[in-house]
């Protein structure tokens, strides 16, 4: 079945580093989302990114989808605190319309 | 806007025991989700409802869970009898027409 991998599994950084995110589909997607779940909450929408090639920012986030529809990534420039938490990417499986959670990428900010 | 409420937030209970967990989506939500999530890990899909109808259930366990949204708004997942591998946090999302989920803040299980 289809499998969404995200790499790192976990990320130490120091404030104001930068930090990035893959997010690797088995197949083919229709669009992708990321999310975050900060420690005991849980996950809140960040982005929906659905064309080829796509970039999108939010502020200090960048977000892309990779040409083939099968990758995307997450960057983070110049980490603050409150960026803590885990941050999930989720692939639309055009062929069961199921958004498949990807493994997470936990992110600790070191003050 | 209200968002998805979940309740209860936290269940203890013995194992081999029945629960049942609630969830009101957004108004207007057509799409309602059922996941779980284990810690540590992301969310898996167990049921989704468009509208009444289950339209995708194959990760359900059947054997002992069910799921219910009768008139194609709150929703009630079931597990019955409870194991122990089945503590994990039940997550309800439900879906805007663009397809963002909005999550509810979860239903905490703990079998012993």
């Known amino acids: 079945g289809q499998q969404v991998m995200q790499i790192p599994q976990y990320q130490h950084v120091q404030e104001g580093e930068d930090f990035t995110t893959y997010c690797n589909s088995s197949?083919?997607?229709?669009?992708i989302q990321w999310y975050k779940q900060r420690p005991g909450g849980h996950p809140v929408f960040l982005i929906q990114?659905?064309?080829?090639?796509e970039v999108k920012k939010q502020k200090r986030l960048t977000f892309q989808f990779g040409e083939a529809k099968k990758n995307s990534s997450l960057h983070i420039t110049a980490t603050q605190t409150t960026d803590v938490g885990t941050y999930f990417c989720?692939?639309?499986?055009?062929?069961?319309?199921?958004?498949?959670f990807g493994t997470g990428t936990r992110l600790k900010v070191l003050a | 806007e209200a968002g998805v409420v979940q309740s209860p937030r936290y269940k203890i209970i013995e194992k081999k025991q029945p629960v049942a967990f609630w969830c009101n989506p957004i108004?207007?939500?057509?799409?309602l989700y059922w996941y779980l999530q284990n810690l540590g890990q992301g969310p898996e899909l167990l049921i989704r409802?468009?509208?009444?109808?289950?339209?995708?259930d194959s990760q359900l366990p059947k054997d002992r869970f069910s799921a219910e949204r009768l008139k194609g708004v709150d929703s009630t997942l079931k597990i019955q009898p409870a194991e122990l591998g089945d503590s994990a946090v039940y997550l309800c999302?439900?879906?805007?027409?663009?397809?963002?989920?909005?999550f509810g803040e979860g239903s905490r299980l703990t079998v012993l």
């Open positions: 999302a439900s879906s805007s027409p663009v397809g963002e989920l909005f």
């Open positions: 197949t083919t997607l229709s669009n």
């Open positions: 990114l659905v064309k080829s090639g």
């Open positions: 989720a692939g639309l499986d055009s062929g069961t319309y199921k958004y498949i």
């Open positions: 108004s207007g939500h057509n799409t």
């Open positions: 409802y468009e509208n009444e109808e289950a339209v995708d």
